[in-house]
């Protein structure tokens, strides 16, 4: 079975992420959503929150399974027997950023990183840009799949 994990901090999940990983199913048996915790990170949704806005968006999806993990994704690859890591490529910032977290795993493990290129509808979204549009009080539901919704509004 060939398997791939997605890690991110999805804080929350938007439709980047969402394109990434409906294309990520169709090209391994299991894709797993790996949210990544940093101890020293603030996030705007708890953890659980953002497991609930991938399962749900993913319900009726047998094959995308959603986790979270401390440490080094490589290790976390290792451990649940993953191959491949799956990215999203928006522009040439990310692939500099890309590049040296792809060489930097490829030097810690026989681990191969698969990069999509972002859909051309969804290159522009980013999870920061919608936190900021949620600060703002801004309309973030065309950002973002319709589980990823703030409570009380
Ligand atoms: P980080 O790892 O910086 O917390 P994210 O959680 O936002 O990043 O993203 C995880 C993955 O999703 C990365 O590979 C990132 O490039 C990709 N990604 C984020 N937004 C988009 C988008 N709009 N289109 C395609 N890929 C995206």
Redesign the pocket.
Known sequence: MKKAI??????PL????Y??IKRGVKLFDEVTVAI?VNAAKKYMFSLQERIEFIEQAFANEPKVKVVSYKGLTVDFCKKINTKFIL????NPA?FEF?KAIAHTNRDLAPIETVFLL??AK??????SIVRDVIRNNGDYTKLVPKSVRIKNT
């Open positions: 997605f890690p991110g901090s999805f804080d938007t439709l980047g992420h394109d990434i990544g990215r999203g490529l928006r990310d890309e972002t859909a969804t290159s522009y979204i980013a999870s």
